[in-house]
């Protein structure tokens, strides 16, 4: 059961996600379907049972396109489909990513192009495939995913922090160009979201115990919990919000 706010004015609303398939993205999807929202989204792996189980938990069945995101050909044709069968997306939701661990020491050139095509360069494109429809439609919304790693200045992937740190100026100069068109773009933080792929690969026990002792909020974050703020900044409640960084992070770091 979701227990996010209604926003009426997402109800029918054109809704382009990537990574919608799985982890904090699956539930990006549901919170959108719920919402009454057209969404497309796309990822690498197939995603057919997952569009089923979305149609009949919400009766809205989501448009699943099979894309690569690193392939910006392809992410940009997946944008015109999703906007051939359910109008321009007025919302854009950058929410895919690959928080790979790696040390400094061991980054070759490939490696480092890799990790910024996924983190940063698809971010972009994807921003700019949807601005003439978002124009032509009067306005809309771009939340871009970045994260509090390089807030906290972890180590660990410093690839990702500096793609983290790249999302956020992006974030501002985009809102500060797309502004007069009605176009709103907006960075969203998570903390550390405890998501599958989170809990097999990188949550030890040690370090969510070393996670929780800075969170303010003792309790560790599950990707519902980004939903709420991802639909508030899609959303015309947020209308004037845009060029910042909204943190969902349980309380470990303290903007202002």
């Not at 306005?139 to 390089?150: A, H, K, L, M, P």
């Not at 979201?193 to 909020?217: I, R």
Request: aromatic share 8%.
């Amino acid at each position: 059961m979701s227990h996010d706010p209604v926003f009426p004015d997402l109800s029918g609303a054109s809704v382009f996600i990537t990574g919608g398939g799985s982890g904090i993205g699956a539930s990006l999807t549901e919170a959108f379907l719920r919402q009454g929202a057209k969404v497309a989204f796309v990822q690498r792996s197939d995603a057919s049972l997952f569009v089923e189980e979305m149609a009949d938990l919400t009766g809205n069945r989501p448009l699943f396109l099979p894309c690569d995101i690193t392939d910006i050909p392809a992410l940009q044709d997946a944008i015109g489909k999703a906007a051939q069968a359910h109008g321009p997306s007025t919302v854009l939701v950058n929410n895919a990513a690959n928080d790979k661990r790696h040390k400094t020491e061991e980054v070759t050139e490939d490696f480092w192009d890799w990790s910024q095509a996924i983190n940063l360069k698809a971010y972009f494109f994807a921003c700019q495939a949807v601005v003439a429809g978002m124009r032509a439609a009067g306005g809309g919304s771009i939340v871009n995913f970045s994260s509090i790693s390089y807030m906290m200045g972890n180590a660990g992937y410093p690839s990702y922090t500096t793609a983290n740190g790249g999302i956020t100026a992006m974030t501002r100069s985009l809102a500060r160009e797309f502004g007069p068109d009605n176009i709103r773009v907006n960075a969203l933080m998570p903390g550390w979201v405890l998501t599958d792929k989170q809990l097999e690969m990188w949550a030890s026990p040690e370090d969510l115990a070393a996670h929780m002792e800075k969170m303010c909020l003792k309790e560790h974050l599950k990707p519902s919990d980004i939903t709420g703020g991802t639909l508030f900044l899609a959303s015309a409640a947020s209308r004037m919000m845009t060029g910042q960084a909204l943190v969902i992070d349980g309380g470990v770091v303290v903007t202002g």
